[in-house]
């Protein structure tokens, strides 16, 4: 009787300690985000950053933000990244709905050797393709504008390889019950199984959002006009030109940066939780 | 006679409807090509013909507008370049260190958040947030946290009495400072991974253990890690992969060329000052090409991995 008490004590000890252990981890993770809010709203902090640290401004100030959004060119970096997010994931989730609807209920000749081929493109990185790219792009004249941006995002063979997964969960019998009321294929499609593909659409909206919105690399290589500036390229260019002077305003463009995603996030973490862990896909 | 007329007749019939049926066939399989056009337009304008026109350019000297064929001397203005071999070092320094940290550290705390009986969402989407951040505004949110002078972690290593690095200002604390954000980008998806296959794993094999009289660290040992092999397997060839294609975050922090002294820049970015400040299409070609084959080993390993395991 006294020892499954202590047992229970003991027990109760050691869920209390990997608690506070979570807790304090979480909060050193959460630091710096907590410190980028606070220091956004410290207006002094642009002449030395505060020393030492704290997490309430002495003199809070919209200061940063006034300054930041007066500016326009963040404005103007947010509408570029909204057109190009927007454009990259409407068409990636067309053309792979379409696609891995095919790869699951299609029958016609070389549907293997070509899921082969889709899966091959998984294993081949951004770098190699740069330059060839830009070379292409440059030689249509459009560098500089947002279609190199928005075009290649009509193929994605991770988001094809989800939706053929989605469309092999859902039984057959679907289509033969329209085979037979004659419907031709997109009307099957259409009619029978795109209003059934909610969950992978929003899986596929929120992956293509993500991977769209934090695109920095081919970006930077394509867009040499400030004007065309998306967010992430706007942010370090900002970064780059001051180095760690400006601490205040720094901080109130990587806030006011990070903002879509984090709203986006908290409002659906379950589900993003969700699509990144079955994509295995570095965010 | 007549027997054999209508014998003729009817198979003529039949071959009719088989050539008819083979026609619609024909036609119903066509329909799916349809599907697959606009992903495969993409696949070969932007996958296939690139891939191709690198390997050709990595034989020419070209500055994309001129082209001589260069033969092998890329590839040896590569191999023998110190600053490429720097940037591999750098590369694979920040990348095995991050794993090294982060893979264990991260199974870590999903055990501990897999065994609290209150919160395991909450801890989840907390842990989980820097990762959806974008790396960019996490570079340089770092490269304040980690100012030598009045950044919080040196403010933190002061009151406790530990030495306080440079990091970012110091060519030999650099590359620490990046693997410190590197595993901070990254734990909230090992974690993420780790969670959800610990909880994958049958609690039956835990029952059955505990009533053989396994001890808690039997079973952790003899259940627990067996079971996660596939998956720390998955995350150590993922996060290689990531790891070496590494550029958004050096670049922001040290510039095309990896500031200070080199001391941060990544295969990625060399190809990058290469290729895009310095134009040469070439080199950099060479350079990707070997980025892309040291890649593609280690993509192979991972789907004959994953395809064991997971």
């Not at chain 1, 989730?93 to 699951?104: N, P, T």
């Not at chain 2, 055990?111 to 790396?135: A, C, D, E, H, M």
């Not at chain 2, 092999?229 to 040290?254: D, H, K, P, S």
């Amino acid at each position: 009787m006294k020892s499954t008490k202590s047992n229970k004590k003991a027990e109760k000890i050691k869920i209390y300690c990997i608690f506070t252990i979570l807790l304090v981890f979480g909060v050193l993770l959460m630091a710096p985000f907590a410190w980028m809010v606070s220091v956004g709203f410290d207006r002094t902090a642009n002449i030395t950053m505060p020393f030492p640290p704290r997490l309430i401004p002495e003199v809070p100030t919209l200061f940063n933000y006034g300054i930041v959004l007066e500016n326009g060119k963040l404005i103007q970096a947010y509408i570029n990244s909204a057109i190009v997010t927007i454009s990259s994931v409407v068409i990636t989730v067309s053309s792979s709905l379409l696609a891995g609807y095919a790869f699951s209920k299609g029958r016609f000749k070389g549907k293997k050797l070509l899921f082969i081929i889709v899966l091959g493109t998984l294993m081949i990185p951004m770098e190699p393709r740069l330059i060839p790219l830009y070379k292409l792009f440059n030689s249509v004249d459009l560098l500089n504008t947002f279609w190199p941006l928005i075009l290649p995002s009509v193929t994605n063979g991770m988001l094809i390889f989800l939706c053929k997964q989605f469309f092999d969960q859902l039984p057959d019998t679907l289509r033969e019950a329209a085979q037979i009321d004659g419907a031709g294929e997109f009307k099957i499609f259409f009619r029978v199984y795109f209003p059934l593909a909610g969950p992978i659409a929003a899986t596929m909206v929120i992956l293509a959002f993500i991977w769209s919105w934090n695109d920095f690399l081919w970006p930077l290589v394509v867009l040499t006009n400030q004007d065309l500036h998306t967010v992430p390229l706007y942010l370090a260019s900002f970064s780059l030109e001051n180095g760690t002077s400006l601490g205040g305003l720094t901080m109130a463009l990587a806030t006011v940066s990070v903002l879509p995603i984090v709203v986006l996030y908290l409002f659906l973490q379950r589900y993003i939780i969700q699509s990144i862990a079955l994509s295995g896909v570095k965010g | 006679m007549a027997k054999n007329h209508m014998e003729i007749n009817a198979n003529s019939d039949t071959i009719t409807g088989v050539k008819l049926t083979r026609l619609k066939n024909k036609r119903s399989q066509l329909v799916w090509y349809i599907f697959l056009i606009p992903s495969f337009l993409g696949i070969l304008l932007f996958m296939v013909y690139p891939i191709f026109e690198s390997l050709r350019l990595s034989f020419y000297q070209s500055n994309g507008t001129i082209e001589n064929f260069n033969g092998l001397n890329n590839f040896k203005t590569v191999l023998t370049s110190g600053p490429f071999w720097n940037s591999v070092w750098n590369t694979f320094y920040i990348g095995i260190f991050q794993i090294l940290i982060t893979i264990p550290l991260g199974f870590i705390f999903a055990t501990l958040i897999n065994s609290t009986p209150r919160g395991q969402s909450f801890f989840k989407v907390i842990y989980f947030l820097p990762n959806v951040t974008s790396i960019v505004a996490a570079a340089i949110i770092f490269a304040f946290v980690l100012h030598p002078e009045m950044g919080i972690v040196n403010y933190a290593l002061e009151a406790v009495g530990l030495p306080t690095p440079k990091w970012l200002a110091d060519p030999s604390t650099s590359k620490w400072a990046v693997i410190l954000l590197a595993v901070w980008h990254w734990i909230g998806f090992v974690i993420i991974i780790c969670l959800a296959n610990l909880q994958a794993i049958s609690p039956d094999m835990y029952e059955a253990a505990k009533i053989d009289g396994a001890s808690g660290i039997q079973q952790w040992l003899f259940i627990t890690i067996p079971n996660m092999a596939g998956t720390f397997a998955f995350l150590l060839i993922t996060g290689w992969i990531g790891a070496l294609q590494r550029f958004n975050e050096v670049y922001v922090l040290g510039g095309p060329n990896g500031s200070p002294a080199r001391s941060i820049q990544t295969m990625g970015a060399f190809i990058y000052e290469r290729g895009f400040t310095g134009f040469e299409f070439g080199v950099a070609s060479a350079a990707t090409y070997i980025m892309f084959m040291i890649i593609l080993v280690f993509t192979f390993l991972n789907l004959k991995i994953s395809k064991m395991k997971l």
